[in-house]
């Protein structure tokens, strides 16, 4: 079953590149997108919320890379957890800005 269809949050990741992301969450009322980008000194975020009324275009942040930060994921294939552990950098990045 789909979690956004039980009221809880679907997670979907892709990485076609190890310093490349996209994020799609979705539940039954929301959904969001992200991308990542990551180069040796800069990170690219984008974002976009379809239901963000206050916020309705894109947002793209580049910045220099936060020390530490590392997007690779520690198993092979990604699992899971790797995708929740980059969705929440993602969330912790773009609500320092």
Partial sequence: MDPASAGGLAVKVSRPAPEVAFIETSSSMHWECFWIAEGQHTLIVGAFDRGDKSSPEPRVHVMNKPYGWDMRPT???????????????????????
Avoid at 76 to 82: M, R, Y
């Fill in 75 to 97: 198993s092979d294939p990604p699992s899971a957890g790797d995708d929740q552990d980059l969705l929440v950098k993602v969330w912790q990045l773009l609500g320092s800005y």
